[in-house]
């Protein structure tokens, strides 16, 4: 079973940048997907990037390509998503979200609780 924690949220003006961090324990660093998604409360949750070790290629929404980037630490269980130049359409709560039996970047079927990120213009 997979464990996720969260962080770096927070508020920050338009053209600001965040760096949101995911602990994810129960992981195999092997061969995994993984990534983000966001969700407007109301709304449905939209995908942001996700990471497969099968293809070796990040996949990023059109809407924050260039500007966001997933990394990991596998050393550390960790990903991280580097946003910049934020924009308030962003304003979202960001999940990080795996596949929990193998590396499928379309089966990101469980999820942390996620972190709020607040956009002001």
């Known amino acids: 079973e997979l464990h996720f924690v969260e962080s770096g949220g927070g508020l920050v003006q338009t053209g600001g940048s965040l760096r949101l961090s995911c602990t994810v324990s129960?992981?195999?660093?092997?061969?995994?997907?993984i990534g983000w998604f966001r969700q407007v409360l109301g709304k449905d949750r939209v995908g942001v990037v996700c990471f497969s070790s099968t293809t070796g290629r990040a996949y990023y929404a059109d809407s924050v390509k260039v500007r966001f980037t997933i990394s990991s630490d596998n050393a550390k269980n960790t990903v991280y998503l580097q946003m910049n130049s934020l924009k308030p359409e962003d304003t979202a709560v960001y999940h990080c979200?795996?596949?929990?039996?193998?590396?499928?970047?379309?089966?990101?079927?469980?999820w942390g609780l996620g972190t709020q990120v607040t956009v002001s213009s």
């Open positions: 979200a795996a596949d929990p039996v193998g590396s499928s970047c379309l089966n990101l079927a469980t």
């Open positions: 129960g992981i195999t660093f092997d061969e995994y997907a």
